[in-house]
């Protein structure tokens, strides 16, 4: 399977990020121009994590996140269910868990918040994710989600739709391991939610005090919300 199609199948998604693991974090940097190293600071500056805290990183791929967050002296923990992209961030010294994020294997309130970066898209049921995050946060605790949106402002949606995203196959094709699998990143992303749509998601899953904030005129967005 070289790519999962927009029902979002778990077995195929997983597949895909398997195929996708080897040069992963480079082909990022290379579809974000750079831009990826500044999403995760400031989601790591919005998380606020401190020490002696418990962060749940899911979706965390090869752990680059993880380590981000792990900065701020919280034990941080990289959840994802691809065991390829956890094996590519294996020379990381965060701990790692193979983890469905509709099935999560951890107690309820386990942690003091928790984090998805650019995984949110790739479940298969949005709100059924953000219920069992809910569920494995502390009351008080946080989530933190950093996603792809839609643009506001009409020009750059424009520019983002019909450039961005229909040259990002060909642009990551001398970097990917999957080639195929960037035709159905770049689907998701022109797909997925605005950034309200999202909010009114995660307030229907059981989060309260839902706000965002745009970065990169919208094409990327940060929503924050409380147990």
């Known amino acids: 399977m ?3 199609g927009l029902d979002k199948n778990p077995r195929d998604v997983a597949e895909m990020f398997d195929g996708v693991a080897e040069g992963y974090d480079r082909t ?3 579809m974000t121009l750079g831009f990826d190293r500044r999403w995760r600071w400031l989601t790591r500056r919005v998380l606020d994590a401190g020490p002696g805290e418990r962060i749940l990183d899911l979706a965390a791929g090869t752990a680059v996140s993880t380590t981000e967050y792990a900065k701020s002296g919280a034990w941080c ?3 994802d269910f691809s065991l390829g992209m956890l094996r590519g961030g294996a020379h990381r010294e965060v701990p790692k868990v193979a983890a469905d994020a ?3 294997p951890f107690a309820t309130g386990s942690f003091d918040a928790v984090t998805v970066s650019f995984g949110l898209r790739n479940m298969a049921d949005t709100v059924a994710a953000l219920r069992e995050m809910c569920r494995v946060v502390r009351p008080g605790g946080r989530l933190v989600i950093c996603e792809v949106s ?3 402002f009409r020009p750059i949606r424009w520019l983002h739709y019909n450039v961005v995203l229909r040259l990002l196959p060909r642009i990551t094709r001398p970097f990917s391991s999957n080639k195929d699998a960037y035709t159905y990143l770049a689907e998701s992303m022109r797909d997925w939610h605005d950034q309200r749509e999202l909010a009114l998601l995660i307030a229907e899953a059981g989060w309260d005090e839902v706000e965002w904030l745009n970065l990169t005129f919208g094409v990327v ?3 924050r919300a409380v147990k």
Do not use: F, I
């Open 28 to 30: 990022n940097s290379v």
């Open 221 to 223: 967005a940060l929503h």
């Open 2 to 4: 070289s790519r999962a």
């Open 77 to 79: 923990v990289a959840a």
């Open 150 to 152: 839609q643009p506001p």
């Open 102 to 104: 509709l099935h999560l």
